[in-house]
């Protein structure tokens, strides 16, 4: 989908931070771009995201996490995304499809090509132009947050899931390098924010 772009990568690696200041930029230059995140993002997408993250909720099914995802994602389409593409805007997404595929279909095991079934589903047409892939191992994310945060039950599954994860991005990387922009985010925010900049400019999003 034209003027949809989705921001991806593990833990700690800067997408929250970046985003943020991609926001500041556009603003300041009155870029009509729409900022927003996965899951949640919208007053029914984050209360389902309340659920999937919330540590007590340690007995939940992989299964039911991976369609608490796909649910909280389709409200979120509905919500935020539809109506901006719509009113001729750009479109930036903390997190997206790719997410589940390494999180729920890899990281958990349930299969890639399950996830990406249930994903058809939940946002049809609705894929990315493309996505940016923000690229550091969890290795060195996790050290720049000081560790993982043991009150969200995904950031508390410990070291190899997240290198599952990060191994996973990698692979759905090779097997449709078309559909990604791989950025090296193992430099300052400054030089990570740079090169976001450069790509978005250059795929014309930032005009
Ligand atoms: N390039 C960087 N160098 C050093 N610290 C960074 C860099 N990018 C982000 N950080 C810091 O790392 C932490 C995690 O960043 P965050 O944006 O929350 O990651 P994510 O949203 O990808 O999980 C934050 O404290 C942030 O300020
Ligand atoms: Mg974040």
């Not at 007995?59 to 608490?68: G, H, I, N, R, Y």
């Not at 593409?85 to 890899?106: H, T, W």
């Not at 070291?159 to 950025?183: N, Q, T």
Request: hydrophobic share 35%; net charge neutral; aromatic share 10%.
């Amino acid at each position: 989908m034209r003027n949809f772009i989705t921001i991806e990568g593990c833990e700690g690696v800067g997408k929250t931070y970046q985003t943020k200041l991609l926001r500041q930029y556009c603003e300041e230059r009155g870029l009509n771009v729409v900022f927003t995140r996965e899951p949640g993002g919208s007053d029914i997408a984050e209360q389902i995201r309340r659920i999937i993250l919330d540590a007590n909720n340690n007995d939940m099914d992989d299964l039911c996490e991976a369609f608490l995802y796909a649910a909280s994602r389709i409200q979120h389409l509905k919500d935020i995304v539809k109506p901006a593409l719509e009113a001729g805007k750009a479109v930036i997404c903390d997190r997206y499809v790719d997410s589940s595929y390494v999180y729920q279909g890899l990281g958990r095991g349930l299969g890639l090509e399950k996830i990406v079934r249930l994903n058809q589903i939940a946002v049809g047409e609705y894929m990315p132009e493309f996505t940016i892939f923000l690229d550091l191992s969890p290795e060195f994310a996790f050290k720049r947050k000081g560790g993982a945060d043991q009150n969200d039950r995904m950031e508390a599954v410990g070291y190899d899931f997240h290198l599952k994860v990060y191994e996973g991005y990698k692979s759905l990387i090779a097997a449709d390098p078309s559909r990604f922009e791989v950025i090296d985010a193992s430099g300052t925010k400054e030089q990570t924010q740079a090169k976001l900049r450069e790509v978005l400019a250059r795929r014309g999003i930032f005009k």
